[in-house]
């Protein structure tokens, strides 16, 4: 079998108990240590001027406060990504954190392409809270459009 | 990393150049000595009383033919996929070959959950070319019905 070339290994993690088991399913089947395995979150685009659901513009001082949640969700997103990789004993691979901005199916697809992504792997639902309205319509996208192979986990 | 229980991958394979690509990936990506490696082709129902476009139902022989004609089929894409496995040198993996009747999405997801398949592996496109006309509504449906984690594989 030959596994010898450096493979990019794009996995899209957010809040969610099934991007970390996409992400345990990646870490079990598909790396190795000579891979590079890509972290990448994708957080919806900061409001500038923002409305709410009463219509009010919000004040800087709100806009600040979601800034540092987004920023504080990324890092614990991060973090538990990273510890489920410990867990693994994923310890000798290659791992890099990558934050993309806009909407997570559009994102996704061209951080996987800018990458020269081997594979990207994701959960089968939606991508973040802010989506999962939409039940699989992120992982349904990036399945037609990714260029590379994609994997699809669900959760069982 | 944790590799040791036999994993049952099943790829799905048909007559386009992408599904043996799907299964190339697959070998020298996912696969390993342990693994059980499913070959899983399904071909459409026979058919017992068929209407040819002008109307007219077919003759036994033509019926005999065209059953003939099939299992050609099935046997040379099956030729050609163990042929792949040999070439990328994945000659220790046990390999199973499975044919199924029916509506490829509705066979595919049914036979990965009767094997109780770790992995589905299969192309993008279509499935068979009596589906082709419908790109990849065979993967679409897999990815969103099939229980285990699935792969779709681009052909680059």
Same mark, same amino acid.
């Given at each position: 079998? =030959?596994?010898?070339? =450096?493979?990019?290994?794009?996995? &899209? ?7 970390? +088991? &996409? ?31 009463? #219509? ?10 979601? *800034?540092? +949640? ?8 991060? *973090? %538990?990504? *990273? ?6 004993? &994923?310890?000798?691979?290659?791992? =890099? %954190? ?13 951080? !996987? ?9 994701? #959960?089968?639902? #939606?991508?973040?809270?802010?989506? %999962? ?9 990036? !399945?037609?459009? !990714? *260029? ?9």
């Amino acid at each position: 079998m =030959e596994k010898m070339k =450096e493979r990019k290994i794009v996995v &899209a993690v957010d809040e969610s108990q099934e991007s970390m +088991y &996409a992400l345990s399913w990646c870490i079990t089947n598909l790396v190795s240590d000579t891979n590079k395995l890509v972290l990448l979150y994708v957080k919806p685009p900061s409001a500038f001027y923002s409305l709410d659901a009463a #219509g009010y513009i919000f004040s800087n001082d709100v806009i600040d406060a979601m *800034e540092k +949640y987004s920023m504080h969700l990324v890092n614990s997103v991060m *973090e %538990r990504a *990273e510890a489920t990789c410990r867990d693994l004993k &994923a310890t000798n691979v290659n791992m =890099e %954190r990558v934050v993309g901005v806009g909407d997570a199916k559009d994102v996704i697809c061209s951080v !996987a392409k800018k990458l020269d992504a081997d594979t990207l792997v994701m #959960g089968s639902h #939606g991508y973040g809270f802010f989506k %999962r309205a939409i039940l699989g319509s992120v992982s349904d996208h990036c !399945a037609k459009h !990714a *260029e590379c192979p994609v994997v699809i986990v669900k959760h069982p």
